[in-house]
């Protein structure tokens, strides 16, 4: 397992853009595929985007294809999740997460398939 440290969250307004950062731990954090996933007030986990460990590979869920960005520096064991566009239904408390895989190409939406999480960073938006 990695230990997984998100940041860059906080207040911002509709059609803002935040980035925000995991960093993890480890020195296999390449070989780590990574996925981010939200859980707004009230609501189940759901899942955001996701990249392999090769970097080729992604996959965004619908509501965020077009507006979102998930990219990984494995010089740096970090990951990013650029957004663009932001509407008050991206507001959520944002989670960061890492599964192993030998796969370059793997990339995983399912939240049970993850192994390591992090705290979760707050993303607010406002009308």
């Known amino acids: 397992q990695v230990q997984l440290v998100e940041s860059g969250g906080g207040l911002v307004q509709a059609g803002g853009s935040l980035r925000l950062s995991c960093a993890a731990s480890?020195?296999?954090?390449?070989?780590?595929?990574m996925g981010w996933f939200r859980q707004p007030p009230g609501k189940e986990r759901e899942f955001v985007a996701a990249?392999?460990?090769?970097?080729?590979?992604?996959e965004y869920a619908d509501s965020v294809k077009g507006r979102f960005t998930i990219s990984r520096d494995n010089a740096k064991n970090t990951v990013y999740l650029q957004m663009n566009s932001l509407k008050p239904e991206d507001a959520a408390v944002y989670y960061c997460?890492?599964?192993?895989?030998?796969?370059?190409?793997?990339?995983?939406?399912?939240?049970?398939?993850?192994?390591?999480w992090g705290q979760g960073t707050q993303v607010t938006v406002s009308s």
């Open positions: 990249i392999s460990w090769s970097e080729r590979n992604t």
């Open positions: 480890g020195r296999t954090f390449s070989t780590y595929a």
């Open positions: 997460a890492a599964v192993f895989s030998r796969r370059s190409w793997y990339v995983e939406p399912r939240p049970s398939e993850y192994d390591s």
